[in-house]
Structures are given as structure tokens and as C-alpha cells.
């Protein structure tokens, strides 16, 4: 329990000064904050063109569930890639291994101001869409939390890779993009793979955020059964595995010049 203590001590400190790190970056703290509030609704016009109703969706849980990806993605991934990089190449990360941290204290305690809040804006963006989107009360709300805690820790991984091969924290807009783009439009966020033809949804289930996504819409719908929310779960954690194993043999600890 000692051990336990002392490593959460240090992982909170670690985390309150990311934080103040990330305090003084206006624009990464607009666009983790502001972009997943702001971006599901101008795909609405291409929603509502979707016939949701024979799937067994609403308008506003298609939108809450874009909001969650685009969370997954601006508050989280691609704010942890521009961190990442950022105190890498400023020599923080490296003052930061000669002390008692380990290395997976030290990733994780930059990622845990991001993950907050990300955990943050789903609580808002559920109460929220309950209140103006009518998205009711969720079906299944044990799969919530699962759908949420996959989707933020496997993009936190995911980032994490890419910061490896990532050299300044402007080219991090462009190693950023291809998971960005599969993301959104093969992974349920923008178009829910229940519209999509079913040899190509197969396929887009198996991309790194679709477990997420596909739980936390079945916590609403109620529609997943058994097999699919083990399936969901075994896909979500093999691709966590992956990423952190990527993470430990490839990622980069000294600057890249």
C-alpha cells in the first residue's frame, strides 16, 4: 500500500504540472475543449440524411457519440502527441527519467491531465445531450464507462506512438491525421457503421477506436449482444496491448535533430 502511495503522489504531481503546462497552450486547450463540442453538429445536415430509424438510432445519440469520438481524438490524442513531443524535445522528459520516475510514471502522468478532461467533457456531453438532445436515459449503462475508458486510454497510447516517430510538435498535425481520418470516417463517429454495408463495417469494427465507439453507443442503444460486447472489449484491449507494446520498444526519450 506504501508503494502504491508513493507512486500516486508522484504521478498527482507529475499531473498538476502538465497541467499548468498545458494551461499556458491557448490553442491546444480551444481545440481539446471547444472542437468535440462544436464539430458533431456540422455533420448534422449528412445525419440527418441517414435513415437512423431502421438502425435503431436518434439523431441525438448519433450526435452525442460523434461528440465522444471527437473527444477521443482532440482532447486526447492529438493533444498528448503535441505534449508528448513538446517536452521531449525541450529536454523535459529526459530530466524527468533521472529522477525516481519510471517510464511508465512519466507517460502517464503527462497523459493524465488530457485523460481528465476528456473523462470531463463525456460527463458534460451526457448531461448535456440529455437535456437538449432528448437522448434519454442509456439502455445498457454498464457498457458507458468500458466504451469511455477504452476509447481515452487507447488513443493516450496510441499517442504516445505517435510522438515516437514524430520530430517538432508542428509535424505532429501530420502524423496525427491518418488515424484521425480512419477514425472518423471508419470508426462510427462521424457515420455509424450500422449504415454501412456489412462486409465494410466488419472491417471498420476492427480499427483502434471502433470498440470504444461501438460500446459506448450500445450503452445508449441497448442493441449489442453478449458476443458483440466481448468482441468489442477483446479488440479494444489487443489494440491497448499493442500500442504499449509499441510504446516500450519504440518510443523516444531524446530529442529529434
Not at 23 to 47: K, Q
Not at 108 to 114: C, I
Not at 201 to 225: D, H, K, M
Not at 231 to 247: D, M
Request: charged share 15%.
Amino acid at each position: 500500500m506504501g508503494g502504491v502511495r508513493v507512486v500516486g503522489r508522484r504521478l498527482g504531481a507529475l499531473g498538476r504540472a502538465e497541467l499548468a503546462l498545458l494551461g499556458r497552450n491557448r490553442g491546444v486547450v480551444f481545440t481539446a475543449l471547444a472542437v468535440p463540442l462544436l464539430l458533431p453538429f456540422s455533420a448534422r445536415p449528412a445525419i440527418d440524411q441517414l435513415d437512423l430509424r431502421k438502425q435503431g438510432l436518434t439523431i441525438g445519440t448519433t450526435l452525442l457519440t460523434a461528440a465522444i469520438g471527437f473527444s477521443f481524438l482532440f482532447a486526447v490524442y492529438t493533444s498528448l502527441v503535441n505534449a508528448y513531443v513538446a517536452r521531449r524535445e525541450e529536454l523535459v522528459l529526459k530530466r524527468l527519467r533521472t529522477g525516481e520516475l519510471s517510464d511508465a510514471e512519466i507517460l502517464t502522468g503527462t497523459a493524465l491531465p488530457a485523460l481528465g478532461i476528456g473523462l470531463a467533457q463525456a460527463l458534460v456531453l451526457c448531461a448535456g445531450s440529455a437535456a437538449l438532445l432528448h437522448t434519454g436515459a442509456p439502455r445498457a449503462p454498464y457498457l458507458i464507462l468500458p466504451g469511455l475508458l477504452a476509447g481515452y486510454l487507447v488513443s493516450a497510447a496510441l499517442a504516445a506512438l505517435t510522438a515516437s516517430f514524430t520530430r517538432t510538435v508542428e509535424s505532429g498535425q501530420v502524423t496525427a491525421l491518418p488515424l484521425m481520418f480512419l477514425s472518423m470516417v471508419g470508426s462510427g463517429i462521424t457515420f455509424p457503421t450500422e449504415v454501412m454495408p456489412e462486409k465494410l463495417a466488419a472491417v471498420c469494427e476492427l480499427l483502434p477506436l471502433s470498440p470504444a465507439i461501438r460500446l459506448f453507443r450500445g450503452g445508449w442503444t441497448g442493441q449489442l449482444s453478449t458476443g458483440e460486447v466481448l468482441g468489442a472489449l477483446v479488440t479494444a484491449l489487443a489494440w491497448l496491448f499493442l500500442a504499449v507494446f509499441a510504446v516500450r520498444r519504440r518510443f523516444r526519450w531524446e530529442p529529434r535533430r
